[in-house]
């Protein structure tokens, strides 16, 4: 169901067409937000799990500190430290600290966090195919270019 930002928040005038658009980009990332919670709820994981996840893959086989993944993480606000613990809590990930220092810590993603990483991405590939037939792929870049001209 094609629903227009207007309809969907049921208010019909906006300030400005820049307006119009900020609102519809937050309504839609939080429209993503809660599509993705869904998603990842069956593997028992948030977004910013599958984050670390993808991040620790993409470093293997070095390893990763928490301060080089808060760096890189798309959602920077929550408590990486809580995340990471419950990621070793599930045995996804491998965290060796420093014993002079407890503050360098070394996170690795392990065989079964690669395991579960693969799976959710063939899922998601299936759950993305959906909603790459709503936009043709010149329309994806140029949506693309448009919110990063918007960060510039």
């Known amino acids: ?21 900020l609102v519809n980009i937050y309504y839609t990332s939080n429209w993503l937000r809660d599509h993705q919670k869904g998603f990842f709820s069956k593997f028992n994981l948030k977004p910013q799990h599958y984050n670390v996840l993808r991040i620790l893959k993409g470093r293997q086989p070095e390893a990763a500190s928490p301060g080089e993944i808060k760096d890189v993480m ?21 965290r060796n600290m420093c014993p002079e220092n407890r503050r360098n810590v070394d996170v690795y993603i392990n ?42």
Do not use: H
Not at 3 to 20: D, G, H, L, T, V
Not at 74 to 94: M, Y
């Open 1 to 21: 169901q094609n629903m227009k930002i207007a309809e969907a928040i049921k208010q019909q005038k906006f300030e400005s067409n820049i307006n119009m658009a």
């Open 74 to 94: 798309l959602d920077k606000s929550p408590d990486l430290t809580r995340l990471i613990d419950k990621l070793v809590e599930q045995g996804l990930v491998d």
């Open 111 to 152: 065989k079964d966090g690669v395991t579960l990483l693969n799976l959710i991405n063939k899922e998601m590939e299936e759950m993305n195919a959906v909603w790459a037939s709503k936009l043709t792929d010149n329309e994806a870049l140029q949506l693309s270019d448009l919110l990063d001209k918007l960060r510039d």
